[in-house]
C-alpha cells in the first residue's frame, strides 16, 4: 500500500502568518491527491482535489501543489476559522489511504 | 447541498455483528461511487471500504476484508456496510462519504458519522 507521510505533525502559528504543509507518498501517486481539513467533532471537509484544484466554495487562500511523491498545502494568511487538522489522501492505487494528519494549532 | 445521514451505530460485543446505513439525498446517488471511513477516537483517518457508483466494483482495507461488506440500493439511495465478527479493534466514529464522481474516490461530502463501540 502507499504510505502517505505528513510533516509537521503539528505547527504553531498566528493567524495572518502562512501555513506549508507537506505529505510524502512512499510511491508516486500521480496526480491523484486530495487534502481534508477537519475540526474538532466535525466531519472532514475535502478543500483540494487531484492536487491543486479547490473543491466548492474552499476559499483562494488554500492552494496545493507537488507531483509524483511530494506535495504541499499551503495556506495563505491564516484565518481563526483555519486551525484545524489536515490530513492529504491518495486514490491512485488501493487501499486508498490517508496520512496520518497535521494539527495547525495558534 | 448533498445529505448523508448515518445510522446504526452503538454498543456491541466482541465477535457480533451490525449493519450501518447511510441515507444520501439531494444528488442523484447512483452516479457516484461511495465509500466507509472510520476514525477511532483521538486518532486519523482511516478508509474502509468504497463502492462503485453501479455496484459493479468493490474494494476494502486490508484490515476489514472477509468480515465487512459495503453495499447500496441505488433504487432508494441507500449505502451500507454490514460488519461481521467486530472487533475491539474497530471501535471508531463511522462516516460514509461520496466520491466526487462515478468512480472518483475524492470524498467531496460527508455525513456526521456514527459511533460504533465494540466492548464486552
Known amino acids: 500500500e502507499i504510505v502517505l507521510t505528513q510533516s509537521p505533525a503539528t505547527v504553531s502559528l498566528s493567524p495572518g502568518e502562512r501555513a506549508t504543509l507537506s505529505c510524502r507518498a512512499s510511491?508516486?501517486?500521480?496526480?491523484?491527491l486530495a487534502w481534508y481539513q477537519q475540526k474538532p467533532g466535525q466531519a472532514p471537509r475535502l478543500l483540494i482535489y487531484e492536487v491543486s484544484n479547490r473543491a466548492t466554495g474552499i476559499p483562494d487562500r488554500f492552494s496545493g501543489s507537488g507531483s509524483g511523491t511530494d506535495f504541499t498545502l499551503t495556506i495563505n494568511s491564516l484565518e481563526p476559522e483555519d486551525f484545524a487538522v489536515y490530513y492529504c489522501?491518495?486514490?491512485?492505487?488501493?487501499?486508498?489511504?490517508f496520512g496520518g494528519g497535521t494539527k495547525v494549532e495558534i | 447541498e448533498v445529505q448523508l445521514l448515518e445510522s446504526g451505530g452503538g454498543l456491541i460485543q466482541p465477535g457480533k455483528s451490525l449493519r450501518l446505513a447511510c441515507a444520501a439525498s439531494r444528488f442523484t446517488f447512483s452516479n457516484f461511487a461511495m465509500t466507509w471511513v472510520r476514525q477511532a477516537p483521538g486518532k486519523g483517518l482511516e478508509w474502509v471500504a468504497a463502492i462503485s457508483g453501479n455496484v459493479n466494483n468493490t474494494n476494502y482495507a486490508d484490515s476489514v476484508k472477509g468480515r465487512f461488506t459495503i453495499s447500496r440500493d441505488n433504487s432508494k439511495n441507500i449505502l451500507f456496510l454490514q460488519m461481521n465478527s467486530l472487533r475491539a479493534e474497530d471501535t471508531a466514529t463511522y462516516y460514509c462519504a461520496k466520491g466526487r464522481a462515478y468512480s472518483v474516490y475524492d470524498l467531496d461530502s460527508w455525513g456526521q458519522g456514527t459511533l460504533v463501540t465494540v466492548s464486552s
Open positions: 489522501q491518495q486514490r491512485s492505487l488501493w487501499p486508498l489511504t
Open positions: 510511491l508516486s501517486v500521480a496526480n491523484y
